[in-house]
């Protein structure tokens, strides 16, 4: 099922980080070969946040808080990273600042004002 859903991890792991209880997510090793290390960046930027995130070799495990705090985040030029944590930074306490999030225009063009759209309504 993984490699279905191998690019959607990084925002699932930020969605961990509100869900009750514990989140495993494994079998998902081929994340450290993206455009960068999915697993280590995301758990990295994450903890950053306030988040209970362990970095595990092939997968993440994530206690869910219900809560985050804004910070500046790296993107590591990543798109689905900086995708992922502007997500967290609406949903954080806090103003969140994302290093380099025009490697998003990569999968997304427009995402910005997409997402403006989508908060607004």
């Not at 959607?8 to 209880?21: H, S, T, W, Y």
């Not at 209970?52 to 809560?67: F, L, M, V």
């Not at 689905?80 to 994302?98: Q, Y």
Request: proline share 3%.
């Amino acid at each position: 099922m993984i490699p279905r859903v191998i690019d959607e991890i990084p925002i699932l792991a930020v969605v961990a980080c509100f869900a009750r209880g514990k989140t495993v997510i494994k079998d998902a090793a081929e994340l450290r070969v993206k455009e960068t290390d999915r697993i280590k960046a995301i758990t990295m930027e994450l903890r950053r946040m306030g988040a209970q995130i362990e970095e595990k070799r092939d997968g993440i495990i994530i206690e869910g808080t219900g809560e985050l705090k804004g910070c500046q985040c790296q993107s590591y030029k990543d798109h689905r990273i900086a995708m992922a944590l502007i997500i967290a930074g609406l949903a954080a306490e806090g103003k969140t600042k994302i290093v380099a999030p025009e490697c998003i225009e990569i999968s997304f063009p427009g995402f910005e004002d997409t997402l403006r759209k989508v908060v607004r309504d």
